[in-house]
């Protein structure tokens, strides 16, 4: 007759019972750092994957407001000295020029007059994902326009900038991540494996393409990139470059763990049954290793993201019309905008955000994918 299972019995038996993503879930879901970086990460890619809908304005020239050069961001509020709403609302902007402040613009608010905030309002025509055709947007104004996070000098939305450079970004980053995950896995699982004069060859070119250093070498490439490229072809060039610089520290590891394994028992029974060395290191040597694998690439991404950010950032990656955060970032740079629109800094709260939030989730990862961490600590 079986004995009722306990509380403590039943979770020792899911733990053993448990499959290794289970584990580190686990683990994972422990780490309140770790929890808060991945719900601001999640929030962070669907707002640049659903811009197009979540920003009231095209982010292009298209969608400028011309008769609101750099102005001051819009806040929609409830409440006023006339009373509460129970639709946000934002008071209309008057601008002239004044000689007390050497002819720049001078905002007048009117306070005696409300502007009403609309909910799913036709604007600007967009297409969702790349291919679905739309033109609703999450909000918009009855009459007017309205800028969260002001406007810049050619009078385009900071606010729908920022979510559109927020997924440019991410794309870059995807794209580089993806190349050089595959370049390590091939090279890495190759060199590991087979050892011996191979090993030494590719580890010498490995070297070499650490020693290299990134920006003298882009601004060599930048010199010989053709001016009439489109910003699509820039966009890929860039981040193909990334990715064919960023796959040696993965391809050592993959090497290291490849170089312990492959003379493990289970390696030599499948090549005693004939197994060729690409399908041994594709069905047996990778997939124990792919908990590691899946921790470094999320490490990977802020390090794309800053490479994407800092080439843009001093001219040699993505330009106008292309949103990117390095695009974007460019214009912080400048001595009126650090003195008089402080607004252009809102953007670089989101990058500062976005690489954090990759470098805790990959910090708890790491840790989580690590049996022995919690011992060690």
Known sequence: ????????????????????????????????????????????????????????????????????????????????????????????????????????WVEKVNEDARVHMRFFVKGDDYHLFGFIPGNIHLFGMEEGKIHLFGTDSAGKDIFSRTLHAVWTSLQVGTIGVLISFVLALVIGGVSGYYGGWLDSVVQMITDAIRTVPAIPLFMAIAAFVPSEWSAETRFFFISMILGLIGWPTLARRVRTHLLTERNQEYVLAAQLCGASGAHIIRRHLLPSFTSYIIVDLVISFPYMVLSETALSFIGLGLKDPVNSLGVMLQNVTKADVLLNYHWYFIPVLFFITLVLAFVFVGDGLRDAADPYAETRK
Request: glycine share 4%.
């Open 1 to 104: 007759m079986d004995r009722p299972q306990t509380p403590s019995n039943k979770a020792k038996e899911a733990y053993f019972t448990a499959s290794q993503g289970q584990l580190i879930w686990a683990r994972f879901k422990k780490q309140k750092a770790a929890m808060v970086a991945a719900m601001v990460l999640i929030t962070l890619i669907l707002s640049g994957l659903f811009a197009p809908f979540l920003s009231p304005y095209d982010p292009t020239v298209a969608g400028r407001n011309k008769d609101y050069l750099n102005g001051a961001p819009q806040i929609p509020q409830f409440c006023d000295k006339n009373g509460c709403s129970l639709v946000p609302f934002v008071h209309p902007v008057t601008r002239e020029r004044s000689i007390e402040t050497n002819f720049r």
